[in-house]
Nanobody, 114 residues
């Protein structure tokens, strides 16, 4: 089993920045890919960014160079630096890990005010 604990959400004005962090606990050696998804009210959960064990990253189109995902293998953490936030980025952000199974964190709220 893998447990994911997120931190770093909050309220920010449009144009501002936030950094999300996710720490994995448990069978971390079984993890290949880690990443972030988000779900806005009334919408489906969507991919934001992922990074594999080899360092391959994948970003959603709407990121447009504003977000950067990074991973620390020694600490079993994955961070998401979000810059130039806009109101459309308001959502609950979920940490995800895939390996022997797929795991989700509880989510952290990001609210961007205009």
């Amino acid at each position: 089993q893998v447990r994911l604990v997120e931190s770093g959400g909050g309220l920010v004005q449009a144009g501002g920045s936030l950094r999300l962090s996710c720490a994995a606990h448990g069978l971390v050696f079984s993890i290949n890919s880690m990443g972030w998804y988000r779900q806005a009210p009334g919408k489906q959960r969507e991919l934001v960014a992922t990074v594999t064990s080899s360092g391959t990253t994948k970003y959603a189109q709407f990121v447009k160079g504003r977000f950067t995902i990074s991973r620390d293998h020694d600490k079993s953490t994955v961070d998401l630096q979000m810059n130039s936030l806009n109101v459309d980025d308001t959502a609950v952000y979920y940490c995800n890990a895939e390996g022997w199974d797929e795991y989700w964190g509880r989510g952290t709220q990001v609210t961007v005010s205009s």
